[in-house]
Nanobody, 115 residues
Framework: QVQLVESGGGLVQPGGSLRLSCAAS????????MGWYRQAPGKQRELVAV???????NYADSVKGRFTISRDNAKNTVYLQMNSLKPEDTAVYYC?????????WGQGTQVTVSS
């Protein structure tokens, strides 16, 4: 059973930066597609960024040029570096792991962008 634990959320001013981390248990991390999603109050969960086992990445248009997803297979960890944060980035951010029939989610970490 895969477990994902996010960390790094918090309160930041507009224009600031945060780095989210997601640590995965188990042995499937290195062959999994990893993603970051977010859900703002009253809105549906949306994809923020995804990274394949080979390191290819894809981003939502709203975060391109500001957010960077990366992974460290030796540490079973995926990261989301968030720069130039905006109030509309405020949401609960979730880590996701997908491999074959496995679709695992973390518990989420709150990111609040406010002055």
């Amino acid at each position: 059973q895969v477990q994902l634990v996010e960390s790094g959320g918090g309160l930041v001013q507009p224009g600031g930066s945060l780095r989210l981390s997601c640590a995965a248990s188990g042995s499937m991390f290195s062959i999994s597609v990893m993603g970051w999603y977010r859900q703002a109050p009253g809105k549906q969960r949306e994809l923020v960024a995804v990274i394949t086992k080979g390191g290819s990445t894809n981003y939502a248009d709203s975060v391109k040029g500001r957010f960077t997803i990366s992974r460290d297979n030796a540490k079973n960890t995926v990261y989301l570096q968030m720069n130039s944060l905006k109030p509309e980035d405020t949401a609960v951010y979730y880590c996701n792991l997908r491999i074959m029939a496995v679709d695992a989610w973390g518990q989420g970490t709150q990111v609040t962008v406010s002055s």
